[in-house]
């Protein structure tokens, strides 16, 4: 079985900064895409940034402020999140795109999701 944990979610001062980290574990052979998610309170669930291919590919909203250092030997991808505000306020979701075996399939995965509220 595959799993994504997220961890560092927390409560954090407008202008400030917070580092989220995901590690997958499990059956894996080929991590292609992994990266961030990201839902507000009644909206829907949104791209923050996923690299994929040596390249990553950044919301509009975070593009300056976030970046995603990934260590493809641990599996890991952290979410650097600098100059937070209020509108970055939401349940993080880390996400994979991986191959279990050899020739698999690729499939999406995901974490179970952490909590950032940017508030004073």
């Known amino acids: 079985q595959v799993q994504l944990v997220e961890s560092g979610g927390d409560l954090v001062q407008p202008g400030g900064s917070l580092r989220l980290s995901c590690a997958a574990s499990g059956r894996i052979f080929s991590i292609n895409a992994m990266g961030w998610y990201r839902q507000a309170p009644g909206k829907e669930r949104e791209l923050v940034a996923v690299s994929s291919g040596g390249s990553t590919n950044y919301a509009d909203s975070v593009k300056g402020r976030f970046t995603i250092p990934r260590d493809n030997a641990k599996n890991m991808v952290d979410l650097q999140m600098n100059s937070l505000k209020p509108e970055d306020t939401g349940v993080y979701y880390c996400?994979?795109?991986?191959?279990?075996?050899?020739?698999?399939?690729?499939?999406?995965?995901w974490g179970q999701g952490t909590q950032v509220t940017v508030s004073s």
């Open positions: 996400y994979g795109r991986l191959q279990k075996y050899r020739y698999a399939v690729e499939y999406d995965y």
